[in-house]
């Protein structure tokens, strides 16, 4: 069974907070944040935008491209740690959105490995016959979790949605292979305390502890990121008998600069075959590689034939990639 990517799509807020902003809120520099991280410029979800809806334009686009109705979509994954609520999903608000009724819907929880996650899925459902027309979405809005006093992390992070359709069929872009990866035992590096069980936004000690925002320890954060990376950049290469020279376009997980210089260096593909938005959008979790792949798209980054490697890491630690054939 084929499993294709039929259409891509992504949708961002109108809103721009240039590093110059940040100046103002924080104590840092352009200098800083364009040195350290490579990112210019972030969107701001504005007062009536949530993660539903930045989902439902990207999910609509990516419909429109693949010529598929909403209510031939049989099932919805989105991917974020930023939903509308804690429940129901925001699946199932985009499912209304969209009138996708013939859907099953749900959320999934990888962090900024979310897309490749829900690729995964998605491909069994699909290879099992379970399903025909799917939505894989990654939508965020971490301008909500995010301390704007905390100079370590508001200057990181951005807003938006990417989408793809994954089809059991005969036209579009080939899904070869998708890997993913866990690694529990550092959970603690890069989370949001707040909200859940352990510490329940009902008592008054998560706002008063600041525990509702995204706390990371960054170095460590960065050292896991690129040998995690290369790794399962590697697994796809092996599963695929491919060599890093195949590769057409290297589509990393936007996070930072220098981990994807790092993860490009160390896997041998050159900076032409790279492909990085995160100057314009910073790191925007589960959303950059499904934003990325519709940039690079309308972009005409991909001809028939070439290959393109997905490559994720996010908290959990997770981390996966997926290897399409354009
Ligand atoms: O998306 C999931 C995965 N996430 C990531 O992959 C993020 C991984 N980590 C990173 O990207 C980097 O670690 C950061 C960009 C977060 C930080 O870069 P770094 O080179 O690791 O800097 P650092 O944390 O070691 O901090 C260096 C200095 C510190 O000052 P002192 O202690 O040396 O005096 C920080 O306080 O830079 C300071 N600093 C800042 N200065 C100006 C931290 N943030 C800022 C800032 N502006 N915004």
Known sequence: MNVRITGTGSSLPGKILTNADLEQLVDTSDDWITSRTGIKERRIAAEGEYTSTFAAEAARRAMA???????????????????????????CIVQDILGATNATAFDLSAACSGFIYG????????????????????????????????????????????????????????????????????????????SGSRNPASDPRTFDKKLLYITMEGNDVFKHAVRSMEEAAVKALETNSLSPDDISLLIPHQANRRIIDATAKRLGVSSDRMFTNLELYGNTSSASIPIALDEANLQGRLKAGDKALLVAFGGGFTYGSALIEW
């Not at 209510?71 to 919805?76: T, Y």
């Not at 370590?152 to 359709?165: E, I, M, Q």
């Not at 890997?179 to 305390?193: I, M, R």
Request: with cysteine; aromatic share 8%; net charge negative.
């Open 119 to 194: 690729l995964s899925v998605a491909e069994k459902y699909l290879r099992s016959g379970a399903a025909r027309k799917i939505l894989v979405i990654g939508s965020e809005t971490l301008s909500r979790i995010v301390d704007w006093q905390d100079r370590n992390t508001c200057v990181l992070f951005g807003d938006g949605a990417g989408a793809v359709v994954l089809e059991a069929s005969d036209g579009g872009h080939s899904l070869l292979s998708t890997h993913t990866f866990s690694n529990g035992s550092f959970w603690n590096l890069l989370y949001q305390p707040g």
């Open 65 to 91: 491209m693949a010529g598929v109705q909403p209510d031939e979509i049989d099932l919805i994954i989105l991917s974020t740690v930023t939903p509308d609520f804690p429940f129901p999903s925001t699946a």
